[in-house]
């Protein structure tokens, strides 16, 4: 394929190609470095969003039974299912399925169901 682009492009040689393309690299890096942006929507939200998000979050969890609640926390943690599975009991398929579960009976209470 590089022989197919170096081919049918105006480039003499493979090294006239390369030195473009790092040229092309080189000048895209410099012009976000001297101009940065923020890729995609804005990061912070509005107050009232961040408060609402709160909300529900915190309704959610009331709405978990305290094994619920406890899975819930520590994969937020970043735990694995193996290692949460070890320390409450069971396997981490059962844990990890018993959460979703939790999840789902509780979009469906607040209305966050899919439709």
Partial sequence: MARAIIHN???ASVE??????DRYFRERNEHFIKHP????????????????????????RR??????RLLAEQ????RE??????EVGGTP??????LARAVERVSKQRGLEES
Wanted: a positive charge; aromatic letters at 4%.
């Fill in 9 to 11: 492009s105006d480039y």
């Fill in 63 to 68: 709405r978990l039974s305290p094994e619920e």
């Fill in 81 to 86: 299912w193996a290692d949460i599975a070890t």
């Fill in 93 to 98: 398929q059962a844990r990890r399925k018993q």
């Fill in 16 to 21: 006239a190609a390369k030195a473009a393309i």
């Fill in 37 to 60: 942006r923020r890729a995609g929507r804005k990061v912070n939200p509005a107050p009232s969003r961040v408060v609402a998000g709160q909300d529900l979050l915190a309704e959610v």
């Fill in 75 to 78: 994969r937020a943690l970043g």
